[in-house]
Structure formats: C-alpha cells, structure tokens
C-alpha cells in the first residue's frame, strides 16, 4: 500500500512539473492561438476586373504587313449567321418525279437501239454535283474496267470531260459537277444517257473515248402542261 501512495505522489510531481514548464513556454496559449485563427472564416479575396480593349491589336506576320490591304480573320458574329441564311434545298414532288421518269423512258425508246441508254433520275445530291452513280450492270458491260476520261455532250454539242472511276462505277465530282451547275440540275431531273463511241488524237495515237450524249428531262416541266 505504501507502494502505491509513493507511485502517485511521484506521478503528481511529475504532472505539476510539466504543468510549470509548459507555462513557462506558453506552449497551451500558442496552441489556442492555432484553434482561434482555424476556426476564424479568411475574408474573400476581392478580384480585379480584366480591362478588355474594344478592338484589340491583330498580330500579322512579317508576309503580309507590308500589303495595303489587311486580311481580317477574325470570327464575327455576322459570320456565324451565313449558314442560316442560305438558301434551303427545294425537293421535287413524286408527280414531278414520275412524269419526268416516264418522258425519259418515252426517249429512252426513240432513242437509236444500236447505241447504249439508260435513264438516270437525279437526287439532290447527284443534281448539286455529287458522285453520279452508273447502274452497274450498264458499266460492266459498257465501261472501261480502269479509270478513264469520258465525254459528255449535252444537247447543243457542248463537251464536258468527266473522270470514270471504275472501282465506283460513277462520275467523279470534279468532273461531273461543272456539268450539273452550267445545266442547273435540279432534284427529280432525269437524264438520259445514250453511250457512242468516237475517236480522238492522243499523242499520234488513234484511241477510241467513251463518250455520252445527255438528254435532260425537267421535273419542272411537269407544270408546263395539263394533266
């Protein structure tokens, strides 16, 4: 028993030791400090507004910055509106569809039998210029196997040449489409293709070039007459 009273009489003054010496350090007064400033909400940071210019300085490269007249590259808001002003595309009715495959086809058969025809109605995608697609059959039998020029004269003897592709069985846009913006095809057009074949002067060489006679058939034309 005395053990014990002399254990916690030893413990006590060891306590009231560290009690003085952590008074003489302010140890507890600094760590209140610390809990007062946590706790304590920081003020917030005020922010600066950014000066924008109106029209700011345009870089230019040392290319250009002798020209009188300065490109402007930038995007405006004007420019952003040009999609929605063009003009929207215009889709032929199915009457004005089938009246122009039927005159095509009445063609199509007073057209000479020894030449080659077939009838292709346009979309709006063949009629703005797109890749025109040859019924493949035609093309196998008809069309050379590799790529090649071909000719298409339209009506009043004017020639477009126009790049085949084979492996697509079509008309290539770059060819095909000045043809379908000088005649201004439109959706539900028709034409007719009669196939001929004439020779031309290549390098001294006589080679044969596939070329096509095109009939067009409005789909506009519909209106022009009762029905």
């Known amino acids: 028993m005395a053990e014990a009273n002399s254990y916690e009489e ?7 030791e560290n009690k003085r ?10 760590s209140m400090a610390v809990r007062v400033a946590a706790v304590k909400p920081m003020p917030a940071k005020r922010l600066k507004p950014r000066n924008r210019r109106a029209n700011p300085p345009i870089r230019r490269s040392g290319r250009i910055a002798s020209r ?5 590259y930038r995007i405006r808001k ?5 999609r929605a002003e063009l003009p929207h595309p215009v889709y032929a009715t199915n009457e004005e569809r089938a009246y122009a495959i039927t005159k095509a086809e009445e063609l199509k058969k007073q057209l000479d039998s020894h ?21 493949r059959q035609f093309s196998k039998r008809y069309l050379p196997w590799c790529d090649e020029i071909i000719f ?14 084979a492996h697509s069985s079509g008309l290539s846009t770059t060819g095909w489409k000045p043809f379908a913006i000088a005649h201004k095809l439109a959706d539900g057009d028709c034409l007719v ?6 020779t031309k002067f290549s390098h001294m060489i ?19 007459k009762d029905h």
């Open 10 to 16: 030893q413990r006590r003054r060891q306590v009231e």
């Open 21 to 30: 010496k952590l008074e003489e350090l302010r140890l507890h007064r600094l």
């Open 68 to 72: 009188s007249e300065q490109p402007d």
């Open 78 to 82: 004007s420019d952003r509106n040009k």
């Open 115 to 135: 030449y080659p025809t077939f009838v292709r109605p346009l979309t709006l995608s063949y009629a703005a210029g797109g890749h025109l697609h040859i019924m």
């Open 152 to 165: 298409l004269v339209d009506e009043e003897g004017v020639e477009f040449q126009v790049l085949y592709r």
């Open 193 to 198: 293709f009669q196939l001929i074949e004439r």
């Open 206 to 224: 006589v080679k044969p070039f596939q070329t096509f006679l095109v009939y067009i058939i409005r789909a506009s034309s519909y209106h022009e």
